[in-house]
């Protein structure tokens, strides 16, 4: 980081994108968590709603990994949320 250069929301933003993207989850599952549009044809034209809390937690969330932060305090028993 450069000395002018200072740490804003968006930087955790970044973080939390390139977690996702670097532990393999799909494209459209990350624009899903995120609020970015879709970017490819088939869910820009044919796929409408969003992904299921189910799937976003399954394919998205559960695969943050933070190196050296434990978040086992923060998890949720998301089982009961979203069934």
Do not use: C
């Not at 044809?41 to 809390?53: D, E, L, N, Q, R």
């Amino acid at each position: 980081m450069y000395k002018f250069q200072s740490k804003v929301f968006h930087s955790l933003r970044h973080s939390f994108i390139t977690n996702l993207l670097q532990n393999g989850v799909r494209e459209e599952v990350v624009n899903g968590i995120d609020g970015h549009k879709q970017n490819t044809m088939s869910t820009t034209v044919y796929f409408k709603g969003g992904f299921p809390a189910k799937v976003l937690y399954e394919e998205g969330i559960s695969k943050l990994d933070f190196e050296g932060i434990n978040l086992d305090k923060l998890k949720i028993d998301w089982k009961k949320i979203i069934e």
